[in-house]
């Protein structure tokens, strides 16, 4: 009961804050690699971590509106050209017409990164911090790993994680 309880959370926590893993938990375990965590906190439920995730969102959008700005790319034009020949008594020409490149018009959110350091700001601020977690040694299995019963573990030295496809479990052995 108590393992699944901390795989279920884990599971929710990465879709929620962003796991900063391209691997699911299962690759990572396989490849002997560390999980990787946006914002971890001890005692962190999946509820939790959703309303704080929203609410400092909410409060880095009105802290740092958006900017959209509108901006054109540079163009430039290759020249044409034109190309005689004699054949027999007669000159034959053919001409390449200019070629103009860029001019595209596009927009972009000025304040984005900003705003994406608000809101990292207000995470910090709650006590969610980025984490590496190693895979546990060979041999351990879910039911060695001490986890508590609600929210994530303490990290300690000692904590690390099993994985399979489908979920994965983090504790100390």
Known sequence: MRVKAIAWCCGAVLTLVGCT???????????GKPLGFAAYKAGATPETIKRDDLNCSIEATQRVPQNTQIRTTPTYAVPGRSYCRQVGGQTRCSITPPVIYGG???SYDANA??????KNQCMADLGYRPAQIPPCA?????????????????????????????????GEP
């Open 21 to 31: 893993v391209d691997q699911s938990p299962g690759q990572l375990y396989q490849a």
């Open 104 to 106: 595209n018009t596009y």
């Open 113 to 118: 990164g900003l705003r994406r350091a608000a």
């Open 138 to 170: 060979e041999g351990i299995t879910p039911q060695h790993l001490k986890s508590p019963g609600k929210g994530f573990p303490r990290l300690t030295r000692a904590t690390c994680f099993i994985a399979s496809e489908s979920q994965y479990f983090i």
